[in-house]
């Protein structure tokens, strides 16, 4: 009775879902005037979606009591030590999977800075946090491809607009990093037309550049972290960047030094050739 009442309210409250109801009871009739079986089954398939959607919207209006902006290694945690606590939880991420920029643009870069862990590659790091969350499966609510687009407290919770739509919730935890992120382009002409081929703004499995001639163009972490561990697996590495000193870290810097890297600085790529 309760299901049947929220129905009924759903379709007051959507005129075009109760007008859509009642072609279809029509149609029904006209299909099957003498079968009353077949009539409704007919109706209860197109019903079954209905209370989908209905389900969907109630999960969604549900007021949570944490929503997380951002579905990268610190919202993975976040979500799971919230569950630990009992509450319960909705991750939005913008992008169409968990993880972030690690899951993106570095799966196989090894990471040294995770505790209990002398190195692991970012793509286990998300997966085991992941794994994590998904303990606390009855409790958290993953949204994918949906982007924050502002929130305010009305009353005793905040109401999120996103992309898709609006979320209710009792706090927020903002966790998405740089945000909404693309890969930075060198800014040279004609660079679309090598990109993907032998120009690639992320490494998603070593095999791609191994036994070839590798150039990274950087000098924070993530190219110092790259060029230290392909040394042994590519024919050579050279790395570029723009000023002398580098802002990786000082002990990826250091194991920089004595490697067979090819450190070019002060310099910066100005042109493209080659096939």
């Not at 191994?210 to 000098?219: H, L, Q, R, S, T």
């Not at 002398?244 to 050739?273: C, G, Q, W």
């Amino acid at each position: 009775m309760k299901r049947h009442r929220a129905f009924r309210d759903y379709l007051k409250q959507h005129p075009e879902q109760a007008s859509a109801y009642g072609a279809l009871k029509l149609k029904a009739a006209r299909l099957f005037p003498n079968d009353i079986d077949r009539y409704m089954e007919y109706k209860s398939s197109i019903i079954a979606e209905m209370y989908k959607e209905l389900g969907e919207m109630s999960e969604k209006n549900a007021v949570c009591d944490i929503t997380i902006v951002g579905g990268g290694p610190v919202g993975l945690f976040a979500a799971f030590y919230a569950g630990l606590r009992g509450m319960s939880v909705k991750i939005i991420e913008s992008l169409s999977e968990l993880g972030g920029q690690p899951t993106v643009l570095y799966p196989e870069k090894l990471i040294y800075d995770i505790p209990a862990f002398p190195a692991i590659p970012a793509g286990e790091l998300v997966e085991r946090l992941v794994e994590q969350v998904e303990r606390f499966e009855d409790r958290v609510t993953i949204c994918l491809k949906e982007e924050v687009l502002g929130f305010e407290k009305t009353g005793e919770h905040f109401t999120i607009e996103t992309s898709k739509g609006e979320h209710l919730s009792k706090s927020i935890i903002i966790a998405c990093g740089n945000g909404a992120f693309a890969p930075r382009t060198l800014g040279l002409e004609g660079e679309e037309n090598y990109a993907d081929n032998n120009l690639f703004y992320n490494v998603h499995k070593l095999d791609q550049v191994a036994g070839k001639d590798v150039v990274i163009c950087g000098g924070c972490d993530s190219a110092v972290d790259w060029a230290n561990p392909l040394e042994p697996i590519v024919k050579s590495v050279t790395l570029v960047h723009r000023r002398d000193a580098f802002r990786a870290h000082e002990h990826s810097v250091e194991l920089l030094k004595p490697s067979k890297v090819n450190v070019l600085t002060p310099y910066i790529p100005l042109e493209l050739k080659g096939d």
